[in-house]
């Protein structure tokens, strides 16, 4: 697998963009981890980074951070360009 090391999902429950990010990195062979973007420790996280989102998925590769927009760009499908300027 890609050095994917330092990329982090935010997710919540049934968010359709989440899986679709998730199914985009695995099929490019980039580890990531999973955190609850639900949870205090992710919320404390993302707020300490300025990241003040509601919407899920954030991806976070070491101190950047994308956001839906950023990731989607209003669609359903994943802007590779964003991702493959964070590898």
Do not use: H, W
């Amino acid at each position: 697998m890609k050095d994917g090391a330092g990329f982090i999902v935010y997710t919540l429950d049934f968010c359709p963009r989440c899986e679709i990010l998730k199914e985009y990195l695995a099929s490019r062979n980039i580890e990531f981890s999973i955190a609850d973007m639900s949870s205090a420790t992710s919320l404390t996280e993302l707020r300490v980074n300025g990241v003040f989102v509601q919407e899920a998925p954030v991806l976070q590769k070491d101190k950047t951070f994308l956001t839906t927009r950023e990731l989607f760009g209003g669609s359903d499908k994943v802007n590779e360009s964003v991702i493959a300027a964070l590898q």
